[in-house]
């Protein structure tokens, strides 16, 4: 299967594979959460090539995850980018990506996450919206949603 016919899957997982799949385009929106937000800074901090940069950068905003706001620097007008909401949103995904290389492909964290407010460490947790048990894999099962169309 092509990339592109992955996008065009009616599948929740697929399509957000085929827009987030990329080690480079998860690492620029890790940059985006750590205050990046500048092509140069970007480009400078992850080595990247100018060109696969713009690449994933464009696509990100044509996605709605990241918006254009243009800024005057003493030469010219360039553009910042910054997290739409659909961006933010994405912020417990990449916390249970990290979560997981933390505890699989490392031997503990390289930085640890705090909460601004009180210092505590965040969690991410799947509960059940009824009797609030925390669900696994084994726990869950998938049911027909409001989103299928039968044809």
């Known amino acids: 299967m092509r990339a592109a016919e992955l996008a065009q899957q009616d599948?929740?997982?697929?399509?957000?594979?085929?827009?987030?799949?990329?080690?480079?385009?998860?690492v620029i929106l890790r940059q985006?959460?750590?205050?990046?937000?500048?092509?140069?800074d970007f480009q400078e901090t992850l080595g990247i090539s100018r060109s696969l940069l713009s690449e994933r950068l464009n696509r990100l905003v044509e996605a709605g995850v990241l918006r254009r706001e243009p800024y005057k620097d003493s030469v010219r007008t360039r553009d910042r980018y910054?997290?739409?909401?659909?961006?933010?949103?994405?912020?417990?995904?990449?916390?249970?990506?990290?979560?997981?290389?933390?505890?699989?492909?490392?031997e503990g964290p390289r930085a640890e996450i705090r909460h601004r407010g009180c210092g505590g460490e965040?969690?991410?947790?799947?509960?059940?919206?009824?009797?609030?048990?925390?669900?696994?894999?084994?726990?869950?099962?998938?049911?027909?949603?409001p989103g299928l169309v039968v044809a």
Do not use: H, Q
């Open 11 to 26: 599948c929740s997982i697929a399509r957000p594979a085929s827009l987030l799949g990329d080690r480079w385009t998860l």
């Open 82 to 106: 910054r997290l739409t909401e659909m961006g933010l949103d994405l912020y417990p995904v990449l916390m249970a990506l990290r979560d997981w290389g933390d505890r699989w492909l490392r």
């Open 122 to 145: 965040p969690t991410l947790e799947l509960r059940c919206s009824k009797c609030g048990e925390e669900i696994g894999a084994r726990d869950a099962e998938a049911v027909p949603g």
């Open 32 to 40: 985006a959460f750590n205050g990046i937000k500048r092509f140069e």
